[in-house]
């Protein structure tokens, strides 16, 4: 079975951009997470969505937003680029919520100049 | 609040040796789960081994397996028999079971592991 699939698996932009993310989860996934990783503050955990809904949600500004679509395939939207941006966004996708385990994708690494 | 702790940011071993990560949490939920999760240069994350708040036995997948005290609410990673392909970034994470059924995880900062021949 595939594994989670991100593209693009890099980005570079420039500070007041957007920017969209995409990741299509393990086939009969219906969660997925997604997570920003910089060295500074290490992994964290910005929304899930599950059946195209937001369940959860972390302490980011809005300028960070998802959504899902029916297919569970995800996309995350950043506005308005800033310097400190730039990390690597991973999602993950589980069977479902709460008591399955979360595999994760390979990664976008946006970089923001 | 919920966290996780990971006192060691650099271990090395040798190859076919075993090696222990530690972990400690923090929560007042009676039900959670703690998970290991391995890291290479790559990027990915790979899901290694969970351990639920009730289990009453430490979890083991392959070589690895999970020292679970729950009263001192450790949970250290053990990699039996090292290889050089082990090198990598771990992280120690946690689920939290009274978020609502939601997917939260809570990440440590990690331990980075080098494995030498």
């Known amino acids: 079975k595939a594994g989670v699939t991100q593209t693009p698996r890099y980005l570079i932009k420039t500070r007041g951009q957007q920017v969209t993310l995409s990741c299509s989860p393990i086939?009969?996934?219906?969660?997925v997470s997604w997570y920003q990783q910089t060295p500074g503050q290490g992994l964290q955990f910005l929304f899930e969505?599950?059946?195209?809904?937001?369940?959860n949600k972390g302490n980011f500004p809005g300028r960070f937003s998802g959504r899902q679509f029916s297919n569970s395939r995800s996309e995350m939207n950043v506005s308005t680029l800033e310097l400190g941006d730039s990390a690597l966004y991973l999602c993950?996708?589980?069977?479902?919520?709460?008591?399955?385990?979360?595999?994760f994708g390979p990664g976008t690494r946006l970089t923001v100049l | 609040a919920q966290k996780i702790t990971q006192t060691q940011p650099g271990m090395f071993v040798q190859e076919k040796e075993a090696v222990t990560l530690d972990c400690t949490y923090d929560?007042?939920?009676?039900?959670?789960?703690l998970f290991w999760y391995k890291q290479p240069s790559s990027g990915e994350m790979i899901f290694l081994i969970y351990?639920?708040?009730?289990?009453?036995q430490n979890a083991t997948e392959g070589r690895y397996s999970l020292n679970f005290q729950k009263a001192r609410k450790s949970a250290n990673l053990v990699i039996s028999a090292s290889q050089l392909g082990d090198s990598a970034m771990y992280f120690c994470?946690?689920?939290?079971?009274?978020?609502?059924?939601?997917?939260?995880?809570?990440f440590g900062a990690g331990t980075r592991l080098a494995v030498h021949p």
């Open positions: 994470a946690m689920r939290e079971g009274s978020s609502g059924g939601y997917n939260k995880l809570i």
């Open positions: 351990q639920g708040s009730y289990d009453q």
């Open positions: 993950a996708s589980s069977l479902g919520t709460g008591v399955y385990t979360q595999y």
């Open positions: 969505y599950f059946s195209e809904t937001q369940r």
């Open positions: 086939s009969g996934h219906r969660s």
């Open positions: 929560t007042s939920d009676p039900s959670y789960g």
